[in-house]
């Protein structure tokens, strides 16, 4: 069974850095995309970035140039850092992967049970 298995949440202080990590766990799968995405109190869920397992990145304007996204292919893991965090990045974020397992012929998306980060000081 595929799942998705989040880490790296919690209390920052303003200006600090984080790094969230997000592992696929199961078999027969391969996966193509990967990718944060968050959600505010009172807000809708929103897109943070992703990468391919090819390594192609796709970044929000909201964390681009404070952020570095990678890929593991040997863990089927990815993490995301971002620096300077803000009060306005308090969010629950996501992990969300986009796989295909061996067989099907369509890929299906998961996602984690997501992982709180606080930006206060």
């Known amino acids: 069974q595929v799942q998705l298995v989040e880490s790296g949440g919690g209390l920052v202080q303003p200006g600090g850095s984080l790094r969230l990590s997000c592992e696929v766990t199961?078999?027969?799968?391969?996966?193509?995309?990967m990718g944060w995405y968050r959600q505010a109190p009172g807000k809708q869920r929103e897109f943070v970035a992703s990468?391919?397992?090819?390594?192609?990145?796709n970044v929000s304007s909201s964390v681009k140039g404070r952020n570095a996204i990678s890929f593991d292919n040997a863990k089927d893991a990815m993490s995301l850092q971002i620096d300077n965090l803000k009060p306005e990045d308090t969010a629950t974020y996501y992990c969300?992967?986009?796989?295909?397992?061996?067989?099907?012929?369509?890929?299906?998306?998961?996602w984690g049970q997501g992982t709180q980060v606080t930006v206060s000081s």
């Open positions: 969300n992967a986009d796989i295909t397992k061996w067989g099907d012929s369509r890929a299906s998306k998961y």
């Open positions: 199961g078999s027969g799968f391969r996966i193509n995309v």
């Open positions: 990468i391919t397992s090819g390594g192609r990145t």
